[in-house]
T-cell receptor, first 112, second 114 residues
């Protein structure tokens, strides 16, 4: 079965600094990879996805992610973090069926 | 506007009672999902359905039941057999097919056993 790992529980970053949230995946076949963000007591909001094509994917709110097949990674990045980026971030994977598996999530704290 | 609606937002249950959480979508999506969220454990899949009148167990289906009688609706029943039901429950839907579709989420139902 497909799975993702988000190795860090919390990521702290100063406002204006680059932000990286790590994700590695395990799946048979071609992966379809997703990033979502969650604010307190709310549902998840879609940020971006990798299906095929360019390894660098651009998404909402200035976020981007880089797909690396050899390292089975799909790290989320933002060049300059904002305080409003503080939230819980989830990586997710499918492999061509409709079963969508999520990681444990990373709490991002952007320090003013 | 199209979207996915969960109700109620907050739900309290006495021990030994069954409760049903509602999930309705008007996005014309074939696939629907139920996840449970606990602090530090991420989202764990309870059940999912790829088409009307069909559903599959996820990773933590014990103590839960679902139905999919209509495309728009995928209610989740938390039964008395679920020993630790207090959690945040999220419903999602997506376009079916080859798995490329984004999942759209409802705003969640917070269930508390009292």
């Amino acid at each position: 079965a497909q799975s993702v790992a988000q190795p860090e529980d919390q990521v702290n970053v100063a406002e204006g600094n680059p932000l990286t949230v790590k994700c590695t995946y395990s799946v048979s076949g071609n992966p379809y990879l997703f990033w979502y963000v969650q604010y307190p007591n709310r549902g998840l909001q879609f940020l971006l996805k990798y299906i095929t094509g360019d390894n660098l994917v651009k998404g909402s709110y200035g976020f981007e992610a880089e797909f690396n097949k050899s390292q089975t990674s799909f790290h989320l990045k933002k060049p300059s973090a904002l305080v409003s980026d503080s939230a819980l971030y989830f990586c997710a994977v499918r492999n061509g069926n409709n079963r969508l598996a999520f990681g444990k999530g990373n709490q991002v704290v952007v320090i003013p | 506007d199209g979207g996915i609606t969960q109700s109620p937002k907050y739900l309290f249950r006495k021990e030994g009672q069954n409760v049903t959480l509602s999930c309705e979508q008007n996005l014309n999506h074939d696939a629907m999902y139920w996840y449970r969220q606990d602090p530090g454990q991420g989202l764990r899949l309870i059940y999912y359905s790829q088409i009307v009148n069909d559903f599959q167990k996820g990773d933590i289906a014990e103590g839960y039941s679902v139905s999919r009688e209509k495309k728009e609706s995928f209610p989740l029943t938390v039964t008395s057999a679920q020993k630790n039901p207090t959690a945040f429950y999220l419903c999602a839907s997506s376009i079916s097919g080859k798995g490329q579709g984004d999942a759209f989420f409802g705003q969640g139902t917070r269930l508390t056993v009292v």
